[in-house]
């Protein structure tokens, strides 16, 4: 499997365009936001990391990879949003004045169309976005990828030079598991640092007591750090609060450190501010 991996890995190194290397070159640091299977929040965490970040003073961009799920634009609501173009290329829809997001669904005009596309037409896409899409100068972009390791996260790796790092989100239980320690692995082949794994559904606070119930268990994502020397960034509580306000399109000005989630996701975003490789 690694081998297939490795193989697939040296089909996709081609000549990358100076335009790209220009773009990405005006981009200090660039993090993707990996799982390795869906369902576990990834999108969650990809969008309030690129929130909270511009809440800090950073100059952050926030590109959608996820070509047949995006669900960044209805975090943010700006699904309705259209990008323009100017001369520098695709201008990203504009959220805050620190934060910029493109996805595939804001190029959509019917948002219930689905995206039928196969690898090569994908890869094309995420190119496009990292080459023709606007970004100027950012301290950050994150990229939220579609859950697995396939033709999306591997495009990315290797359009992307100097990657900052991933962050690999999870839930607690065994299924999740096994296919976190794929996106790791993933992760090493490629060459690219991980940063750390971001415990999703950690618990729940139960509304009589205030005690945290531990829903799926614990012990797996402590292994999973130890086996792979890979730090947890964090762990965040189910909080049904935080399904409304992504709902609403309000995650860039409805969570504070005030809720126990938010507190939370501060603690991830230092340690994120703080990685070095």
Same mark, same amino acid.
């Given at each position: 499997?690694?081998? @297939? ?5 040296? *089909? ?30 990834? /999108?969650?965490?990809?969008? $309030? *990391? ?11 961009? &926030? ?34 004045? $620190? &934060?910029?997001?493109? !996805?595939?669904? *804001? ?33 950050? &972009? ?5 859950? +697995? #390791? +396939? ?7 290797? &359009? ?10 999870? #839930?607690?239980? =065994?299924?999740?598991?096994? !296919? ?15 940063? +750390?794994?971001?415990?999703?559904? /950690? ?35 189910? =909080? ?7 709902? /609403? ?6 969570? @504070?450190?005030?809720?126990?989630? +938010? ?7 230092? /340690? ?6």
């Amino acid at each position: 499997m690694t081998q @297939n991996i490795q193989s697939a890995a040296d *089909l996709l190194k081609k000549p990358v365009e100076p335009k790209l290397i220009r773009n990405m070159r005006a981009i200090k640091k660039k993090i993707m936001v990996m799982s390795g299977k869906g369902g576990v929040g990834k /999108s969650t965490v990809a969008a $309030n *990391l690129a929130a909270r970040l511009a809440e800090r003073g950073h100059k952050v961009g &926030l590109m959608d990879a996820d070509i047949h799920g995006p669900s960044i634009p209805k975090m943010f609501g700006i699904e309705d949003q259209r990008p323009t173009v100017n001369e520098n290329g695709i201008v990203p829809i504009s959220v805050t004045e $620190n &934060l910029t997001v493109m !996805s595939i669904a *804001l190029l959509l005009e019917d948002r219930d169309a689905p995206v039928i596309w196969r690898g090569p037409a994908k890869m094309a896409a995420i190119k496009q976005f990292l080459e023709d899409v606007s970004w100027g100068k950012l301290d950050y &972009l994150i990229v939220d990828l579609p859950p +697995g #390791t +396939g033709d999306e996260p591997l495009s990315i790796a290797q &359009l992307i030079d100097k990657m900052e790092g991933a962050v690999v989100v999870t #839930t607690p239980q =065994d299924v999740a598991l096994v !296919s976190v320690r794929k996106s790791i692995k993933f992760a090493e082949i490629l060459k690219v640092p991980v940063i +750390g794994i971001v415990e999703n559904m /950690s618990g729940i606070i139960c509304p009589h007591c205030d005690e945290m119930i531990d829903l799926f268990g614990k012990g797996g994502v402590e292994k999973a750090s130890t086996d792979f020397n890979v730090p947890i960034l964090g762990e965040l509580p189910m =909080d049904p609060k935080i399904a409304e306000i992504e709902d /609403s399109g309000k995650v860039h000005t409805d969570i @504070n450190e005030e809720m126990l989630w +938010g507190k939370s996701f501060a603690a991830i975003v230092d /340690s994120i501010e703080q990685f070095k490789k």
